[in-house]
């Protein structure tokens, strides 16, 4: 017998069906309610809502549990790659080595990009942001390679391998011409990761040499940021995507939303705090103070996660890699002086701990991207090279739903109710 909710709305009543995850998470179906007795729900930021039936991620924010494809994301950041880990969220199982290979071969083969792209990097103004470029680079990809949607054959080996290899080499380009330097191109003999690094930062006077534990940590970083359930840029792209649009113009948007500094922008956010504290002295107990301060807007950065109630899974491991990062650069920088500072005093204040604001992988995400000498303008487009497997997988889970629908939220009304139009002549002024 299949489990039921009884809604009761004034002298009205109805059973509404109570559906299980594989986790045992439970759902009430409420897709009838409008059609059979008139309401709507009202769930600001939609926080209680599920949009959709998925078989990618799975987190549990209680507990601290994130899971790609069934695999705990600690296994993936200890013995994966990101490649591999690309390929097991886009196919749902986890590569031979047959298959793995060829996968590498093709992202490899579609590494470049079209000459004529360049042209676009070199007419954005000056000051144009990153991830404002990659976006619209990103959505200009299906004029110089249309989709293929013909068969899945088509759409994993060409399509899909096109953005995840493009989408690195473009983020490269971006940085090296807003430096005025020569475009490095990526080199048949190297890695994802290592590909990007040379990409970024080799040069006709100093080569790339491959630093094998900067390799590991940016491996670990794209890992951790691959996917993410339903978040706000994840949502996006299946949103766009209900309305059958296609892969390239979905990303583009997911690029869009992941900007704000409430979602992608988080990492970016964190280093502009410690620049902030820095330059105020570096002492921060004026800052941990107003923190704390309810009436104060500020907040700390870093601190916290909208969905974990405990240690971000994902923090832990990336809190290891920059810890060792930093031992083995031995880098001096006052601002990692200054984030060491917070993370003691996160890690022992009854209110940081009673509040459940510990550091999130935001806040060490941010150190790691700075010792590998990531400029903190191309931090978001670091997170949304590491979100591209996940968001091509959920456009792929969606487009392939047969009880999909276009995305078409209601809402509740509070405007004004019926009025008439007065002619300009007789308005009050």
């Known amino acids: 017998m299949k489990s039921t909710a009884t809604l009761i709305a004034g002298d009205k009543s109805m059973k509404l069906p109570v559906i299980t995850g594989t986790e045992n998470e439970k759902a009430i179906d409420i897709s009838s309610l409008k059609r059979t007795l008139g309401y709507i729900t009202v769930d600001p930021g939609f926080a209680n809502t599920g949009s959709c039936k998925s078989e990618i991620t799975f987190m549990d924010g209680e507990k601290g549990i994130l899971r790609y494809r069934g695999i705990p994301v600690e296994q993936l950041a200890e013995h994966s790659t990101f490649v591999e880990t690309a390929y097991l969220l886009i196919n749902g199982v986890l590569p031979s080595a047959e298959e793995l290979a060829n996968f590498s ?21 000056e000051r144009s942001h990153p991830m404002g470029i990659l976006s619209s680079m990103v959505n200009a990809l299906n004029s110089f390679y249309p989709f293929l949607g013909a068969s899945l054959e088509e759409r994993i080996n060409i399509t899909v391998t096109r953005l995840l290899s493009k989408v690195r080499t473009m983020a490269a380009m971006s940085y090296k011409i807003s430096r005025g330097h020569r475009v490095e191109y990526p080199r048949p003999d190297l890695s994802y990761c290592s590909n990007f690094l040379h990409m970024m930062f ?15 940590a940016l491996n670990v970083f794209w890992i951790l940021h691959a996917d993410h359930e339903q978040n706000c840029s994840t949502s996006t792209v299946r949103l766009v995507g209900s309305a059958e649009v296609n892969l390239y113009s979905s990303i583009s948007a997911g690029i869009c939303a992941l900007w704000g500094p409430l979602h992608g922008g988080a990492n970016q956010a964190v280093i502009e705090m410690l620049k902030v504290i820095h330059q105020d002295g570096g002492d921060v107990t004026p800052f941990i ?13 870093g601190f916290g996660h909208r969905v974990y109630k405990t240690y971000d899974p994902r923090a832990k491991i990336i809190k290891t890699v920059c810890d060792r990062l930093l031992k083995l650069t031995q880098i001096n920088d006052p601002l990692l002086d200054i984030a060491k500072k917070l993370e003691d005093v996160a890690l022992s204040d009854p209110y940081f701990i009673d509040h459940n604001l510990y550091p999130n992988v935001d806040f060490y995400s941010g150190i790691v991207l700075r010792t590998l000498g990531i400029p903190t303008s191309m931090f978001t487009v670091m997170f949304a090279i590491g979100r591209l497997p996940g968001w091509i997988a959920q456009w792929l889970e ?5 009880e999909g629908k276009l995305f078409r939220p209601n809402q509740l009304y509070v405007g004004p109710q019926q009025l008439k139009y007065i002619p300009i002549d007789q308005r009050e002024s």
Do not use: C, W
Request: hydrophobic share 30%; no cysteine.
């Open 105 to 125: 071969s093709l992202l490899t083969e579609h590494s470049l990009v079209h000459e004529d792209m360049q042209i676009f990097y070199q007419n954005f103004p």
């Open 398 to 402: 969606g487009h392939d739903d047969t």
């Open 289 to 301: 103070k107003r923190a704390k301060d309810k009436n104060d807007p500020f907040r700390l950065m």
């Open 202 to 216: 080799s040069t006709p006077v100093d080569p790339y040499a491959e630093n094998l534990d900067f390799v590991k």
